[in-house]
T-cell receptor
Framework: DSGVTQTPKHLITATGQRVTLRCSPR?????VYWYQQSLDQGLQFLIQ???????AKGNILERFSAQQFPDLHSELNLSSLELGDSALYFC???????????????FGPGTRLTVL | SQKIEQNSEALNIQEGKTATLTCNYT??????LQWYRQDPGRGPVFLLL???NEKEKRKERLKVTFDTTLKQSLFHITASQPADSATYLC?????????????WGLGTSLAVNP
């Protein structure tokens, strides 16, 4: 158990809908990362938050948004869902922002999103 | 842009043998290179990290090498066991100022046969 929790575990919805995925990082971790993993694309970095602030952006669509709250949990919002958004969505956390104080990322169990 | 290539074909080896997985990258060398293990339907689990100024890193039966000239990292599992069967992901740490991103390979599936 990595200490990172994600809810829900599974989510089935229809095209055009909006969903919210939730992540609680390990106790003490200030950085939260969101990833999308599909069979043909591998693990794609979406966005990173550090202590409530957005720090890095990857291949995140405009239909997607995220935020990190004062208690450090994070939510990933996916809207106007398309069939191609079906994937595993992982949240990861780490203690440090700076590469000089590197720490590995701890991944949650993921949320499997199916868009019908 | 930085690209990572891992063996797309699954690797099948006999129990007790050494498994060697390859990670090649293009363009500039990363500050760090990491290896993760991923089991089906689960999140990746960190295994080893190697810095650009390190040639080799070991942890129990695991060994990682990093050749910045060849732009390649090799991941070895010695005395392999069926429990080592999983997908192994290579990730490059791209540090841009205070922003850290990991660029991931697609992974190599390893099957250790008893």
């Amino acid at each position: 158990d990595s200490g990172v929790t994600q809810t829900p575990k599974h989510l089935i919805t229809a095209t055009g809908q909006r969903v919210t995925l939730r992540c609680s990082p390990r106790s003490g971790d200030l950085s939260v990362y969101w990833y999308q993993q599909s069979l043909d694309q591998g693990l794609q970095f979406l966005i990173q938050y550090y202590n409530g602030e957005e720090r890095a952006k990857g291949n995140i669509l405009e239909r997607f948004s995220a935020q990190q709250f004062p208690d450090l949990h994070s939510e990933l919002n996916l809207s106007s869902l398309e069939l191609g958004d079906s994937a595993l969505y992982f949240c990861a956390s780490s203690t440090s922002l700076l590469a000089a104080n590197y720490n590995e990322q701890f991944f949650g169990p993921g949320t499997r999103l199916t868009v019908l | 842009s930085q690209k990572i290539e891992q063996n797309s074909e699954a690797l099948n080896i006999q129990e007790g043998k050494t498994a060697t997985l390859t990670c090649n990258y293009t363009n500039y060398s990363p500050a760090y290179l990491q290896w993760y293990r991923q089991d089906p339907g689960r999140g990746p689990v960190f295994l080893l990290l190697i810095r650009e100024n390190e040639k080799e890193k070991r942890k129990e039966r695991l060994k990682v090498t990093f050749d910045t000239t060849l732009k390649q990292s090799l991941f070895h599992i010695t005395a392999s066991q069926p429990a080592d069967s999983a997908t192994y992901l290579c990730a490059l740490d791209m540090n841009a100022g205070n922003n850290r991103k990991l660029i991931w390979g697609l992974g190599t599936s390893l099957a250790v046969n008893p």
